[in-house]
């Protein structure tokens, strides 16, 4: 009787583990603050990491060399034109360094809300551009080349 109690409660709980749906993030646009709508994201970017990012706001690609690689690949067809070639800054600001013109950037979250959805200036919205995993993995490679204090990488602390 004991054993069918005891199936039956370990039953029951993993009914309700299963039921309990992961949270995800909301992401806001960095300068209204009003809530980005994934939806309309070039199609291809709803990849495993991507997934793993909405639930956790932590780029899973960071220090992967392969994503990395790939990062520098996109970054110099869709962002060097205007970040320079090494991220040094031309008519948008450097990224290497640990000053951000958005605060929020220092996160991951952060600075995705930036490239998906834009910025103040010539910073267009890169969700027509870029897919999101294609943004995953440019903030891997961002986040490889980091020159500033690591005290205000606050990526690494997440």
């Not at 520098?72 to 450097?94: Q, V």
């Amino acid at each position: 009787m004991k054993t069918t109690h005891i199936f039956a409660a370990a039953s029951l709980s993993l009914a309700l583990l299963s039921s309990v749906a992961i949270a995800e993030i909301t992401f806001h646009n960095a300068i209204t603050g009003e809530q980005l709508d994934l939806s309309v994201a070039k199609k291809g970017g709803d990849t495993e990491a991507f997934k793993q990012f909405k639930e956790t706001g932590k780029n899973p690609y960071n220090g992967n060399p392969e994503a990395v690689k790939k990062g520098h690949d996109l970054f110099m067809t869709a962002c060097s034109g205007c970040h320079g070639h090494e991220a040094e800054g031309k008519l948008g600001p450097g990224l290497a360094d640990d000053y951000w013109t958005y605060p929020a950037n220092a996160t991951d979250k952060g600075l995705f809300e930036l490239l998906f959805g834009g910025a103040n200036g010539m910073m267009g919205p890169q969700y027509v551009n870029l897919n999101t995993d294609e943004m995953l993995l440019i903030m891997a490679w961002i986040r490889d080349i980091y020159k500033g204090d690591p005290k205000k990488a606050k990526w690494l602390q997440q």
